[in-house]
């Protein structure tokens, strides 16, 4: 599945995006879906996942309680309030397919992978 990611721009600290993740060729119901995020000399970390059903979620402790993961059958957003510097950085979506409906946190766990878009809070 071929993923592009966006809606990404310069906000100020408190602010809030939305950050959307599209598929083509195929829909997305059969994945589950995360979001992971590079600042710049760092890995890229887990931010935010959701199983194919959308009834799982997973979020990494820096971010829960500000940002939410949702989806349907063709998109995932990433809804990003109370944002803060430290939340700068490239957003990647990836997909994974799911046969169990399970939440995926991890890279590996990952085989397609959209381009990223990128987000800068300020201070």
């Known amino acids: 599945v071929q993923l592009q990611a966006y809606g990404g721009g310069l906000v100020q600290a408190g602010g809030s995006l939305r950050l959307s993740c599209g598929a083509s060729r195929r829909p997305l119901n059969d994945y589950a879906v995360g979001w992971f995020r590079q600042a710049p000399g760092k890995e890229r970390e887990f931010v935010a996942a959701?199983?194919?059903?959308?009834?799982r979620m997973s979020y990494a402790d820096s971010v829960k309680g500000r940002f939410t993961i949702s989806r349907d059958r063709n998109t995932v957003w990433l809804t990003m309030n109370g944002l803060k510097p430290e939340d700068t950085g490239v957003y990647h979506c990836?997909?994974?397919?799911?046969?169990?409906?399970?939440?995926?946190?991890?890279?590996?766990?990952?085989?397609?992978w959209g381009q990223g878009t990128q987000v800068t809070v300020s201070s």
């Open positions: 990836a997909a994974g397919y799911s046969r169990w409906d399970d939440v995926k946190t991890k890279r590996n766990d990952y085989d397609d």
């Open positions: 959701v199983a194919r059903s959308g009834r």
